[in-house]
């Protein structure tokens, strides 16, 4: 398994393929439908993200040490930056979950290609995925 790290500079270099932004967001389109689907049982009310314009579910578990996630979206393009997510932080330990940075978003341009309430939906989108991980970890440790 990549580290969390290897798996942002994979994603930088992804992006920096792509000369322009509309061919960005075709790509980020394109990751979404890889995007393995989040079981129907787990599109809840307690699985929203809260702070995004569309809806956006995120189901953690933990697998072993690491966390497995799965989302979904209702909007092609909030789905393909809950996919890049994913792939960032799905099979690793809570402890990098919740060490991480994630400047490489700010790297391949996202959060500025973004309106105001997607970049909202973002960072609620990575805060909820830290939560998951400071719960699950606390859970094992008590």
């Avoid at 439908?33 to 933990?62: F, M």
């Avoid at 792939?87 to 991480?100: C, N």
């Avoid at 290609?113 to 939560?131: C, D, E, F, W, Y």
Wanted: proline residues 2%.
């Amino acid at each position: 398994m990549s580290s969390i790290q290897d798996t942002q500079a994979e994603i930088i270099d992804e992006f920096s393929m792509f000369d322009d932004w509309m061919q960005r967001y075709e790509y980020m389109i394109e990751l979404g439908k890889s995007l393995p689907l989040i079981d129907e049982k787990y599109k809840t009310e307690d699985n929203i993200i809260k702070g995004c314009q569309s809806r956006v579910w995120v189901h953690a578990e933990k697998n072993d040490k690491n966390l497995e996630f799965t989302a979904d979206s209702d909007a092609v393009i909030t789905k393909g930056i809950i996919a890049i997510l994913i792939r960032v932080f799905s099979g690793q330990t809570p402890e990098d979950i919740m060490q991480a940075d994630t400047k490489f978003i700010d790297e391949i341009g996202l959060k500025e290609h973004l309106s105001p309430t997607r970049a909202n939906g973002l960072v609620s989108m990575i805060k909820q995925i830290k939560m998951y991980a400071i719960a699950l970890n606390s859970s094992q440790n008590s």
